[in-house]
């Protein structure tokens, strides 16, 4: 049985090329049956028949009010949330939403090559990744730091790269629970090659998962 999925990209801000790569990624992986929509009306609608709603590289101010009460309620009643990169740089006028994802993107320097370290590998968003990672993105940096509300699992090494601005403790991925809700984010993502690397896939399809709780389905639990 596959994972049904809302994969929304709405976008009112900068638009990440690498979107269309995105979405045909995670059709490609063949366990989720992906709804894909920038339609905001899409949000308003009853969100139950899906396991998890993913904000793909989503910017700016992208729902509705009836929009933000339905993604509100589908998580605090157990739905899945995964954001993925620029999901971090939407919603800025709604608080709740700041509160749900664990923090908001701040910045970032260049695109270019840096390491990730993996912090936590009992997790299905990472226990396939080396302890460093090597990857190529922009490095996001977050207007606060999200370790005393999240569970950190990868963070971004400073010293590797040009322009990080959090210091010796940069969180990059992470998870979370939000009332009765998982929610999973990824600061990953920018390149359109990212999105055909397969450990990036991998670590996408297991915070996707876990957010979704296909893990604890499968096992029966």
Request: with cysteine.
């Amino acid at each position: 049985m596959t994972t049904r999925l809302l994969v929304y990209t709405r976008t009112t801000d900068y638009r990440h090329d690498s979107i269309p790569d995105a979405v045909t990624a995670l059709r490609s992986l063949g366990q989720y049956t992906v709804d894909h929509t920038e339609d905001p009306a899409t949000l308003e609608a009853p969100l139950d028949g899906y396991a998890a709603v993913v904000f793909l590289s989503t910017s700016g101010d992208v729902l509705t009010p009836a929009g933000r009460e339905r993604l509100a309620g589908y998580v605090e009643t157990g739905g899945g949330f995964a954001g993925v990169h620029a999901a971090a740089c939407t919603e800025y006028d709604w608080p709740y939403y700041g509160e749900l994802l664990g923090a908001r993107f701040a910045r970032h320097p260049d695109l270019q090559p840096g390491k990730a370290v993996v912090e936590d590998r009992d997790h299905p968003a990472t226990r396939h990744l080396p302890p460093v990672w090597d990857f190529t993105d922009e490095w996001y940096d977050f207007r606060t730091n999200p370790r005393h509300r999240v569970r950190v699992l990868v963070t971004a090494d400073e010293s590797s790269y040009d322009g990080g601005g959090m210091g010796t403790d940069h969180p990059l991925v992470w998870c979370r629970r939000h009332g009765a809700g998982r929610v999973f984010y990824t600061a990953l993502g920018h390149t359109a090659q990212a999105y055909r690397d397969p450990d990036f896939l991998a670590h996408l399809r297991g915070g996707i998962d876990w957010a979704a709780g296909t893990e604890e389905r499968q096992a029966g639990q």
